[in-house]
Nanobody, 124 residues
Framework: QVQLVESGGGLVQAGGSLRLSCAASGRTFSSYVMGWFRQAPGKEREFVAVISWTGGSTDYAESAKGRFTISRDNAKSTTYLQMNSLKPEDTAVYYC?????????????????WGQGTQVTVSS
């Protein structure tokens, strides 16, 4: 069992930056693929970024490429999402998720554990 707790959300102006954190409980964090997803009001949850269990491989949604960076610190059981050049359309609840397999996936249904989410609001 893994419990995930996100933090770092907030209100920021367009062009600003935020760093989200996802702290995980459990001794097997380093073996999980970690992903970030988001859900805007009235929209379905969508993939943002994923990182392999070693941290050596990453993948991003087109909307995040060049602006967001996913990273992890296995010693701290924490995954991060650095978000730069934020836009109003990035406004959403951001969720981190853990996948017990070693294959990096972007499909929501493949993830086994989810955090409660953290709100990110970008004003224009």
């Amino acid at each position: 069992q893994v419990q995930l707790v996100e933090s770092g959300g907030g209100l920021v102006q367009a062009g600003g930056s935020l760093r989200l954190s996802c702290a995980a409980s459990g001794r097997t964090f380093s073996s999980y693929v970690m992903g970030w997803f988001r859900q805007a009001p009235g929209k379905e949850r969508e993939f943002v970024a994923v990182i392999s269990w070693t941290g050596g491989s990453t993948d991003y949604a087109e909307s995040a490429k060049g602006r967001f960076t996913i990273s992890r610190d296995n010693a701290k059981s924490t995954t991060y999402l650095q978000m730069n050049s934020l836009k109003p359309e990035d406004t959403a609840v951001y969720y981190c998720a853990a996948d017990r397999t070693t294959v990096m996936v972007t499909t929501i249904s493949k993830y086994d554990y989810w955090g409660q989410g953290t709100q990110v609001t970008v004003s224009s």
